[in-house]
């Protein structure tokens, strides 16, 4: 009976390492697929900035939006309910910041890197949207949420360490580091230093 005892002793811990081997590949797997989804999303960020419709959206955002703001009708149309991404560009640029902090929030892709990607665009249009989004949460209280979310994300990664970061995290190359540093000094156009001096 000892026999029979030692060989169930022996499958069972078979059995245990199997089980174990199998949830480590597992993991692995599922860890490989969420970088392969976290890759798709960056690619699709690069291409929706980069996108004709999009930038127009972002240059009104950046520069016609305030003017915009002067004239009653369009103030009301945001006011009750009414603007669309059809009459008011900057529902376009809302819309993807809001989807981008969406996706951070319930953790459908993780903070890093996307946030380092979209820190400088998202906190730029935010400053220049917070009108709208105060004229829309009159009406309703939770509008952009996930946007004013990746903008608070966003302001508290230091944008002035990631240089150095990037240069800490490959040390074997200080040398090409310097190299372009060197070559970024000797290329830097003087003409708005010299009119700024005037």
Do not use: C
Request: hydrophobic share 50%; glycine share 4%.
């Amino acid at each position: 009976m000892a026999f029979w005892e030692q060989v169930a002793a022996v499958a069972a811990i078979g059995q245990t390492v199997v089980i174990a081997l199998g949830a480590f590949f597992a993991y692995q797997q599922i860890t490989g697929l969420r970088r392969q989804q976290e890759a798709e999303v960056i690619q699709r960020i690069f291409a929706t900035l980069n996108e004709p419709h999009f930038a127009e959206a972002l240059d009104f955002v950046y520069h016609g939006l305030a003017m915009r703001l002067a004239d009653t009708a369009y103030v009301r149309e945001i006011a009750e309910g009414k603007a669309t991404a059809a009459s008011h560009p900057e529902f376009i640029v809302m819309h993807f910041f809001n989807g981008l902090g969406l996706l951070m929030h319930t953790r459908m892709v993780r903070e890093y890197p996307i946030v380092q990607v979209v820190a400088s665009p998202s906190i730029r249009a935010w400053e220049r949207l917070t009108p709208v989004v105060e004229l829309l949460r009159r009406r309703y209280p939770h509008a952009y949420t996930p946007f004013e979310s990746l903008v608070v994300r966003s302001r508290a990664i230091d944008l002035a360490a990631i240089n150095a970061r990037f240069r800490a995290e490959t040390p074997q190359l200080r040398d090409q580091w310097e190299a372009t540093a060197r070559e970024l000094a000797e290329k830097r156009i003087q003409l708005l230093d010299d009119h700024d001096a005037g």
